[in-house]
């Protein structure tokens, strides 16, 4: 199991930047893969980037070249830089988790409670 918690959320104007931080109850160095998820209002929650355990990422094509996943296996933390930011990011950011369980043969999930991202035009 793991708890996660993400900060680093807030007001910003259109063009500027955010790092939101996800902090981890456990070593994060065996999660398989880790990465940030948001949703807007009246929309469903869509994935924005993952970086997995080899360190390989993957990002939602309206986030590319502005946003970067990265981990601190140091510091049990993934990190979400966000620049140029556009009204349309606005949504509550969660952090994920996906470990898998030997037992079951699947992956279990684990969500963050959210982070509010609010980007002024």
């Known amino acids: 199991q793991v708890q996660l918690v993400e900060s680093g959320g807030g007001l910003v104007q259109a063009g500027g930047s955010l790092r939101l931080s996800c902090a981890a109850s456990?070593?994060?160095?065996?999660?398989?893969?880790m990465g940030w998820y948001r949703q807007a209002p009246g929309k469903q929650r869509e994935l924005v980037a993952t970086?997995?355990?080899?360190?390989?990422?993957h990002y939602a094509d309206s986030v590319k070249g502005r946003f970067t996943i990265s981990r601190d296996n140091a510091k049990n933390t993934v990190y979400l830089q966000m620049n140029n930011l556009k009204p349309e990011d606005t949504a509550v950011y969660y952090c994920?988790?996906?470990?898998?369980?030997?037992?079951?043969?699947?992956?279990?999930?684990?969500w963050g409670q959210g982070t509010q991202v609010t980007v002024s035009s």
């Open positions: 994920n988790a996906e470990i898998w369980n030997s037992g079951t043969y699947y992956y279990d999930t684990y």
């Open positions: 456990r070593n994060i160095f065996s999660i398989n893969t």
């Open positions: 970086i997995a355990i080899t360190s390989s990422t």
